[in-house]
């Protein structure tokens, strides 16, 4: 099966099964959005959505958050991965962006990037998610999938490698959709260490199935 074909396979099955697709993350606006994402590196999507109703409570945006000693945030998010460093993150980038950004979130990958603790794959989020501009953010989920389902060589052996040649051959108006399907998939289905491939719609032409023929 050519590689494009197989694009063509699985962009068309998850089209057909969840036309409507979104962040699993709860948020209220594109700044909680963006603080939501910074929590979330290394940690669940459900464990954020536990701490961040109370610590939206307290600080609802980057006004409030500026404000904030590091030390108060942190006790909102001591069961998160990292928390000292993200406590840390969030108060900087909250001055950052009422001292840089006028205090609304900027909507360029550079201006995000320059806040402190947004990398390219949170800052690619915000564009997908916050400003529905064509990006493909390349996290853990979506680099593995890729490369098990063949739709990157092996060569693209970094998250920027894999981001390309998806944003290559995904087309534009579906990339933002196709982030959340793959990182879907991988979270429920091509899981990392037991891949649940005898229900994979995938498992006709999956390249890795082999791997797995223990299932
Ligand atoms: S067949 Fe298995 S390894 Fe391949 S994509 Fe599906 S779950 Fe992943």
Not at 168 to 188: F, Q, S, T, V
Not at 192 to 200: D, N, Q
Request: net charge positive; hydrophobic share 40%.
């Amino acid at each position: 099966m050519k590689r494009s074909e197989r694009y063509e396979a699985v962009l068309r099955h998850f089209a057909e099964v969840s036309p409507h697709v979104t962040t699993e993350l709860e948020f209220g606006s594109v700044f909680q959005l963006l603080v939501a994402t910074v929590l979330s590196a290394q940690c669940t999507d459900k464990r954020v959505n536990q701490v961040t109703p109370e610590l939206f409570r307290h600080y609802p945006d980057a006004a409030a958050m500026a404000e904030a000693d590091p030390e108060d945030v942190l006790s909102f998010i001591s069961s998160i991965s990292y928390p000292n460093s993200k406590a840390k993150h969030l108060v900087e980038l909250s001055v950052a962006i009422q001292e840089k950004f006028g205090g609304k979130v900027p909507s360029a990958l550079d201006d995000l990037t320059s806040l402190p603790g947004v990398g390219r794959k949170t800052a690619n989020v915000l564009l997908a998610v916050a400003f529905s501009k064509a990006a493909m953010p390349v996290d853990t989920h979506v680099y593995r999938v890729s490369h098990r389902m063949g739709l990157v060589p092996k060569s693209a052996a970094t998250p920027l490698a894999v981001e390309r040649c998806l944003t290559k051959n995904i087309p534009e108006a579906l990339l933002a959709d196709a982030h959340h399907w793959l990182l879907l998939h991988g979270r429920y289905v091509c899981t990392s260490r037991k891949p649940h491939c005898e229900k994979c719609p995938f498992k006709g032409f999956c390249p890795k199935i082999m791997d797995f023929k223990g299932y």
